[in-house]
Nanobody, 124 residues
Framework: QVQLVESGGGLVQAGGSLRLSCAASGRTFSSSGMGWFRQAPGNAREFVSTISANGYMTDYADSTKGRFTISRDNAKNTVYLQMNSLKPEDTAVYYC?????????????????WGQGTHVTVSS
């Protein structure tokens, strides 16, 4: 079992930055592909970014590429999402998720464990 706790959300003006963190419990974090997803009010959950277990491979949604950076520190059992040049359309609840394999994935159904989410609001 893996428990995930997100933090770092908040209110920021357009053009600003936030760094989300996701702290994981359990012994399997360093062998788990991790992902960030988000869900805006009235919208379906969407893929944001993913990272392989060793951190060597990453992938991003087109809407976040060049603005967001995913990283991880396996010694701290934490994955991060650095979000720069934020836009009002980035407003959503952001979720961290963990896979039961070392591979990364864009598909939410590939993830076995989910955090409770952290709110990000970007004002115009």
């Amino acid at each position: 079992q893996v428990q995930l706790v997100e933090s770092g959300g908040g209110l920021v003006q357009a053009g600003g930055s936030l760094r989300l963190s996701c702290a994981a419990s359990g012994r399997t974090f360093s062998s788990s592909g991790m992902g960030w997803f988000r869900q805006a009010p009235g919208n379906a959950r969407e893929f944001v970014s993913t990272i392989s277990a060793n951190g060597y491979m990453t992938d991003y949604a087109d809407s976040t590429k060049g603005r967001f950076t995913i990283s991880r520190d396996n010694a701290k059992n934490t994955v991060y999402l650095q979000m720069n040049s934020l836009k009002p359309e980035d407003t959503a609840v952001y979720y961290c998720a963990a896979r039961s394999t070392f591979l990364m994935s864009r598909r939410d159904y590939d993830y076995a464990f989910w955090g409770q989410g952290t709110h990000v609001t970007v004002s115009s």
